[in-house]
């Protein structure tokens, strides 16, 4: 995929903001491209992704880890269930829950969904060195934990 920059203002092209608005909407395509491919959405992974990390979880908790709305957490719980990569239980310690937990068809596809946003990775900073990747990294993350705090 080429990058055109659109037609707007010369000086424009050079502030931070601009530069990374344009990578991160490549980037987001990039990745909505490879999970398509799966027949799933950015939601569906980072869920079955937590899962596959850190284990079986409420619906509440889940939604936390990942930084998903409870509806939104819903509405994908339901479609994986669905597909059968996730199952819902009765949370033993309080029955008014449910505990998530992903399913062998679901730890398999956050294994290849994890292969795909690696391949997009590479892709995406395809020009970069790896001592580039490793420092925008760390400048990316050091901007967003100055304006999570804020």
Same mark, same amino acid.
């Given at each position: 995929?080429?990058?055109? /920059?659109?037609?707007?203002?010369?000086?424009? =092209?050079?502030t931070? &903001?601009?530069l990374l608005?344009?990578?991160?909407?490549?980037?987001g395509? *990039?990745i909505?491209?490879g999970?398509?491919?799966?027949?799933?959405?950015?939601?569906?992974y980072?869920?079955? #992704? $937590?899962?596959?990390e850190?284990g079986? +979880? &409420?619906?509440?908790?889940?939604?936390?880890?990942?930084?998903?709305?409870? $509806?939104?957490?819903?509405?994908?719980?339901?479609?994986?269930?669905?597909?059968? *990569?996730?199952?819902?239980?009765?949370?033993? +310690?309080?029955r008014?829950?449910?505990?998530i $937990? &992903? !399913?062998? /068809?679901? #730890?398999?596809? /956050?294994?290849?969904?994890?292969?795909?946003? #690696?391949r997009?990775q590479?892709?995406?900073l395809?020009? *970069? $060195?790896?001592?580039?990747?490793?420092?925008?990294?760390?400048l990316? !993350?050091?901007?967003l934990e100055?304006? &999570?705090? =804020?």
């Amino acid at each position: 995929m080429e990058f055109t /920059a659109p037609q707007s203002p010369a000086g424009l =092209h050079t502030t931070p &903001s601009w530069l990374l608005n344009q990578a991160a909407t490549y980037a987001g395509r *990039l990745i909505g491209e490879g999970f398509a491919a799966h027949d799933l959405r950015g939601y569906h992974y980072r869920l079955l #992704a $937590s899962l596959a990390e850190d284990g079986p +979880a &409420s619906q509440a908790d889940l939604g936390r880890r990942c930084g998903i709305d409870r $509806s939104d957490v819903v509405a994908a719980i339901n479609d994986l269930a669905g597909r059968g *990569l996730v199952v819902r239980a009765p949370d033993p +310690a309080d029955r008014r829950r449910n505990v998530i $937990s &992903s !399913t062998e /068809a679901g #730890a398999e596809v /956050a294994r290849r969904m994890g292969e795909t946003v #690696a391949r997009v990775q590479d892709d995406l900073l395809a020009p *970069l $060195s790896t001592t580039e990747r490793a420092q925008l990294t760390r400048l990316l !993350t050091r901007l967003l934990e100055h304006h &999570s705090r =804020h």
